[in-house]
């Protein structure tokens, strides 16, 4: 990736580095060095690790200041629902991580560039990168920014269904019938991807797609939550 693209990347995040190397090392995914037979600390993952301990300390901090007399297991849940997988994905698109990254032949022909797992350890590399290059406030600033932001957005996002269950009960009878077909398989075993349908009484509301069946279902009831409301 030339200089042009990384400084285009700094000024969509609005952080110029210090150290380049830790961003160009944030942005390189396994498969790309495994490709190259560069050495393991050339991939982002031990990034990712450093940024998920912060990330994790800011996102604690805020809800201890922000919420003080929550108890502690709804801060946990609440910290859960902040940092989940889905929640980053969404933030590190709105910065448009997945066009930066650096991706080996078959995982972006593969979609890799889109996918919620990726885009979501990239992003808290990039915590991890910005919090050794200009310290916890650079990092900290970045995560209020784009993680702590829309929180009953991102609560939404974590726990779909059980949301989506307490309308259908408030809403529709005792009985009414809420399931999750697969609609489609598709990938290699080590890349699976699911996409299944929201469906209440029979009839069809909404899909999701993910790399696992829980995370499919969890989108296509938040998809079917956004069309409930919008029927109301």
């Not at 940092?83 to 698109?93: F, H, I, P, Y």
């Not at 200009?134 to 726990?159: N, P, W």
């Not at 299944?196 to 995370?215: E, L, M, Q």
Request: charged content about 25%; some cysteine; overall charge negative.
């Amino acid at each position: 990736m030339s200089e042009n693209r990384l400084s285009e990347f700094e000024s969509i995040i609005g952080y110029r580095f210090q150290n380049r190397n830790l961003l160009k090392n944030a942005l390189t995914h396994s498969s790309y060095a495994n490709e190259r037979h560069w050495q393991y600390a050339s991939n982002n993952e031990r990034l990712e690790f450093l940024g998920d301990a912060v990330l994790e300390l800011v996102s604690s901090e805020y809800i201890y200041k922000s919420h003080t007399n929550m108890v502690e297991g709804k801060m946990t849940k609440m910290r859960a629902s902040l940092v989940c997988e889905m929640s980053l994905a969404l933030a590190a698109r709105e910065i448009r991580l997945g066009e930066f990254l650096f991706l080996g032949k078959g995982e972006r022909n593969t979609g890799g560039a889109h996918r919620d797992s990726i885009l979501s350890d990239a992003f808290e590399a990039v915590i991890g990168a910005m919090y050794l290059d200009g310290g916890i406030e650079t990092a900290g600033e970045f995560i209020y920014r784009y993680v702590l932001s829309d929180v009953e957005k991102k609560q939404l996002f974590y726990d779909s269904k059980t949301i989506l269950q307490e309308i259908i009960q408030s809403t529709f009878r005792d009985d009414t019938d809420i399931h999750y077909p697969i609609i489609k398989e598709s990938g290699p075993d080590h890349a699976k991807e699911f996409e299944v349908c929201c469906c209440i009484n029979g009839k069809n509301y909404a899909n999701g797609i993910g790399r696992t069946k829980k995370a499919a279902e969890q989108k296509a009831a938040y998809e079917t939550i956004l069309l409930l409301r919008q029927e109301k």
